[in-house]
């Protein structure tokens, strides 16, 4: 996927751009590291070790690194949106563990998964632990800029648990419209990208507009990233994703592009609602890879991603942000939305 935009005119050049953010990464993973292992610390000593398996698996940074950068975006240090860094951090990989026991993944990172390691019931100990410390980290200096930020981050977990719920409840149903799955991601992966985005506004105590825009940006983005990893979890190869591909058809998960091609008039999507109706064999799943190809599902979803990505980069344009940290937002959700793992 790849947009120009007024934004991107004052970015580095594309070719330059995997550099750039691999060097705003670096810089997100120097700030925000030692702060996430100093407050992981705080919790019991019988769960930390079961974080740190989880934690040691790495991570993208890429919440933590929107939470910076929207900081900076609205004239402030950086260094005054670690709070709200480390606790979207917290908040993600609460989500993570939990998601792996939800769908049975053995794998996240190349490495067992923290249920597989250590069982079912320490996860979901583990999880909870890191959900009830992102707020303690925000509120352990309670002034209103903190809390409001507290405020912002429960209500987009709270949006983040509701779009779990209904993937899950999804997958009893025999099919999903496009426009119910993208409600469904909006709030699963967009809540929290949205909050990322405009959190470190929050933090620096930003008039409203900006941080509206930047939400606005982080929601979008956050919807383009998930139509790109419904794309991975079906066509994606499980030795850059570290998950094993085609779980999502077995599970009966209404990605977009299983909406996309079900509630298409193709003859491939007519076979596909056919096929979807009971469980799957391992053949049964690469014949519904290819009917999802032959309905057009897969470009569909990308364009959709692509559609949704102009969308993030228009919110920054019309924001009174700061031209260097804007173009980084920028190039962050270029990365991101043309990403292979």
Not at 105 to 133: K, M, N, Q, S
Request: with cysteine; net charge negative.
């Amino acid at each position: 996927m790849s947009v120009v935009t007024s934004v991107e005119a004052s970015a580095e050049q594309p070719g330059n751009r995997s550099a750039s953010v691999a060097e705003l990464i670096g810089r997100t993973r120097s700030l925000v590291a030692p702060a996430l292992e100093a407050v992981v610390h705080r919790l019991s000593p019988e769960l930390r070790g079961a974080i740190r398996h989880h934690l040691d698996g790495g991570g993208k940074y890429l919440r933590a690194a929107l939470v910076l950068l929207s900081a900076a975006a609205v004239g402030a240090d950086e260094e005054v949106g670690v709070p709200g860094a480390v606790a979207i951090e917290l908040v993600h990989n609460f989500s993570l563990i939990h998601d792996d026991i939800v769908d049975g993944d053995l794998e996240r990172r190349h490495r067992p998964t923290l249920w597989a390691a250590y069982g079912t019931g320490h996860a979901i100990i583990a999880g909870d632990g890191l959900a009830v410390l992102a707020m303690q980290v925000l509120l352990d200096e309670p002034t209103a800029e903190r809390v409001r930020a507290a405020k912002v981050l429960a209500d987009a977990t709270q949006a983040m648990i509701a779009g779990q719920a209904q993937d899950m409840a999804s997958e009893r149903r025999t099919s999903l419209s496009v426009a119910e799955c993208l409600e469904m991601e909006a709030g699963k992966t967009g809540a929290l990208l949205s909050c990322a985005a405009s959190l470190g506004a929050v933090l620096a105590g930003a008039p409203q507009p900006s941080i509206d825009a930047l939400a606005v940006f982080g929601l979008n983005l956050g919807i383009a990233f998930q139509a790109v990893d419904d794309v991975l979890g079906i066509w994606g190869q499980s030795a850059l994703t570290g998950k094993p591909v085609g779980n999502d058809l077995r599970q009966h998960k209404k990605t977009l592009p299983v909406a996309i091609a079900t509630s298409s008039p193709t003859a491939a999507g007519q076979q596909l609602n056919s096929l979807l109706a009971s469980e799957l064999s391992d053949w049964d799943v690469e014949v519904a890879v290819r009917l999802l190809e032959e309905s057009g599902a897969r470009d569909e979803t990308m364009a959709i991603g692509e559609s949704y990505l102009r969308g993030a980069l228009d919110a920054l344009s019309r924001a009174q942000l700061l031209a260097g940290p804007a173009a980084e937002l920028a190039a962050l959700a270029h990365y991101v939305t043309a990403r292979d793992r």
